[in-house]
């Protein structure tokens, strides 16, 4: 079946600019995870969906980064402003069910984004 | 979550086997290991998980120390395919659901 799937896969923006990069998660699956890999940083959790409680935001950066999840399925992740060092890439992944350990999580490809 | 380390970087040749080694000392009783791959420019991929005895699924088997200090993630003949980052996290059973990934190893596949 359709994997997790991510849009746009490349974004390049100015400094200043805001982008939003959309995550669809695989049908039925009720997290839903945004991650970002940075060069020389790793993959790090940025925020976490699951159904209808309230996010876990608590990897955020800064109060630039806001993210959606609208009808339980597609999300929405938003940088206002950009900055330079805000060029990663923007992973999402989905689960079902959540609530056990060993779930395991589907990623999408990621959006590429340069900030110039 | 409990802290791994891994190898930076690795290499084996194709159809050879590889064993991946993970260092996890200060694991709890209630840690699960996971292991997750990384392919050049794709997402992660589930690879394995176990908790104490030793796991086999299509893709590796993982192999814990009777300790639980340390695991092997074991690719019985690797392909060109194999050629990603591996990262060993743990997973606490009452702890967050992110995965919190450290550097990884490496893993170069020689043809």
């Known amino acids: 079946g359709a994997g997790v799937s991510q849009s746009p896969s490349n974004k390049v923006t100015e400094k200043g600019k805001d982008v939003e990069l959309r995550c669809d998660p695989i049908?039925?699956?009720?997290?839903l995870y945004w991650y970002r890999q940075s060069l020389g940083q790793g993959l790090e959790f940025l925020i976490y969906?699951?159904?209808?409680?309230?996010?876990?935001k608590s990897g955020l950066p800064s109060d630039r980064f806001s993210a959606e999840r609208t009808g339980g399925s597609v999300s929405t992740l938003t940088i206002q402003r950009t900055q330079q060092e805000d060029s990663a890439v923007y992973l999402c992944?989905?689960?079902?069910?959540?609530?056990?350990?060993?779930?395991?999580?589907?990623f999408g490809p990621g959006t590429r984004l340069l900030v110039l | 979550d409990a802290k791994t380390t891994q190898p930076n970087s690795m290499e084996s040749n194709e159809e050879e086997p590889v064993h991946l080694p993970c260092n996890h000392s200060?694991?709890?009783?209630?840690?699960?290991i996971h292991w997750y791959r990384q392919l050049p420019s794709q997402g992660p991929e589930y690879v394995i998980h176990?908790?104490?005895s030793n796991v086999n699924n299509r893709m590796a088997s993982l192999a814990i120390a009777e300790d639980r200090k340390s695991s092997t993630l074991i690719l019985h003949r690797a392909t060109l395919r194999d050629a990603a980052v591996y990262y060993c996290?743990?997973?606490?059973?009452?702890?967050?659901?992110?995965?919190?990934f450290g550097q990884g190893t490496r893993l170069t596949i020689n043809p």
């Open positions: 969906f699951q159904g209808n409680s309230a996010p876990d």
């Open positions: 049908s039925g699956h009720t997290a």
């Open positions: 996290i743990l997973r606490d059973v009452g702890g967050a659901q992110k995965l919190v």
């Open positions: 176990g908790l104490t």
């Open positions: 992944a989905s689960t079902y069910p959540s609530t056990s350990v060993w779930e395991t999580q589907y």
């Open positions: 200060t694991i709890s009783g209630t840690d699960y």
